[in-house]
């Protein structure tokens, strides 16, 4: 099964923090399972950074890191862009919005703990609820 990481689940994994992602846990320590990373989580990261409100390594240090714990990158396409314009104004975060429309073009699970993201209908059946 193919996932997408919400960023917070990112960042979670790579901290350790094993409480937060309890629910998860079994997903991504399932070998079988493709977890991917957008490139707008990475676009995310480095805005917050720069606005001082994460701390991590450098950009290509952080995709090297990411690459190391097997998870895959998803790249944006014009697909996920087209797919913004059928979808509601339900949330105000252009980085989630992104995020859910890659995974309903992509028809992968989003995992995230957002309760923002499942009042979207098409996400009743890609995301995963706490």
């Given at each position: 099964?193919?996932y997408l990481?919400d960023?917070c689940?990112l960042?979670?994994c790579?901290e350790g923090?094993?409480?937060?992602l309890?629910?998860?846990l079994d ?5 079988e ?13 480095v ?5 001082g409100k994460?701390d ?5 240090e952080?995709i090297?890191i990411?690459?190391?714990?097997g998870?895959?990158t ?7 862009i087209r797919q913004?314009e ?19 073009v992509?028809q992968?699970i989003l995992l995230?703990?957002?309760?923002k993201?499942?009042l ?11």
């Amino acid at each position: 099964m193919k996932y997408l990481l919400d960023t917070c689940i990112l960042l979670w994994c790579l901290e350790g923090n094993t409480k937060k992602l309890t629910p998860f846990l079994d997903i991504i320590e399932d070998a079988e399972n493709d977890l991917a990373v957008s490139v707008v989580t990475y676009w995310e990261i480095v805005i917050k950074q720069s606005l001082g409100k994460l701390d991590l390594p450098p950009l290509d240090e952080l995709i090297e890191i990411v690459k190391e714990t097997g998870f895959s990158t998803m790249s944006l396409d014009i697909l996920h862009i087209r797919q913004l314009e059928k979808m509601p104004l339900i949330h105000n975060d252009p980085f989630d919005r992104l995020l859910i429309a890659q995974s309903v073009v992509e028809q992968v699970i989003l995992l995230t703990t957002d309760e923002k993201i499942l009042l979207y209908p098409e996400m009743r059946v890609y995301s995963l609820r706490v």
